[in-house]
T-cell receptor, first 117, second 110 residues
Framework: GAGVSQSPSNKVTEKGKDVELRCDPISGHTALYWYRQSLGQGLEFLIYFQGNSAPDKSGLPSDRFSAERTGGSVSTLTIQRTQQEDSAVYLC???????????????FGPGTRLTVL | DAKTTQPPSMDCAEGRAANLPCNHSTISGNEYVYWYRQIHSQGPQYIIHGLKNNETNEMASLIITEDRKSSTLILPHATLRDTAVYYCIVRARDTGKLIFGQGTTLQVKP
């Protein structure tokens, strides 16, 4: 079946502009995650949505970063007033939600490469 | 911080088994061991996971020691396309996020 899809695959923007990155999870997956990977760095957790529960925003690096998930499916990560240090690959993952609020294996999309000039 | 320790790099000859070790001495009873790999410029790819029993699927085998403090991912017949960074992660299912360490860069050589 179709995997996690992300758009755009590449985004080049100027410092100070706002950007929106989109994630379409695997159909039926109610849990959705955002990570980022900066050049030469490991993968860093940003935010996690599970069903109708309040999202875990503990990984967002600043208040310029926000995310929403509409209708329990598609998610948008928004970065306001982009800075050069925001340049990274932004990865989305999704998983099934299990009984008792547990989550299953996460499957990743191909990522969006963001370059801030 | 990641709860796992992996060697930074390993080489393997094409066609031979690749054995990638991982130490997770502080693993909790409800934490699973997950393995992902990331081929250059792609998103991480799920490989396998386990709790305490050894597991095998079409991609790999996972051997977990009886005390669960370490594990080994085995690629039985490595190919050049298996060249990637391999991440070992421990995660409880009531925790949303994955915490990635630096992983092991596996280079499969002809």
């Amino acid at each position: 079946g179709a995997g996690v899809s992300q758009s755009p695959s590449n985004k080049v923007t100027e410092k100070g502009k706002d950007v929106e990155l989109r994630c379409d999870p695997i159909s039926g997956h109610t849990a959705l995650y955002w990570y980022r990977q900066s050049l030469g760095q490991g993968l860093e957790f940003l935010i996690y949505f599970q069903g109708n529960s309040a999202p875990d925003k503990s990984g967002l690096p600043s208040d310029r970063f926000s995310a929403e998930r509409t209708g329990g499916s598609v998610s948008t990560l928004t970065i306001q007033r982009t800075q050069q240090e925001d340049s990274a690959v932004y990865l989305c993952a999704s998983s099934y939600r299990l009984a008792g609020g547990l989550t299953d294996t996460q499957y990743f999309g191909p990522g969006t490469r963001l370059t801030v000039l | 911080d990641a709860k796992t320790t992996q060697p930074p790099s390993m080489d393997c000859a094409e066609g031979r088994a690749a054995n990638l070790p991982c130490n997770h001495s502080t693993i909790s009873g409800n934490e699973y061991v997950y393995w992902y790999r990331q081929i250059h410029s792609q998103g991480p790819q799920y490989i396998i996971h386990g709790l305490k029993n050894n597991e095998t699927n079409e991609m790999a085998s996972l051997i977990i020691t009886e005390d669960r403090k370490s594990s080994t991912l085995i690629l039985p017949h490595a190919t050049l396309r298996d060249t990637a960074v391999y991440y070992c992660i421990v995660r409880a299912r009531d925790t949303g996020k994955l915490i990635f360490g630096q992983g092991t860069t596996l280079q499969v050589k002809p």
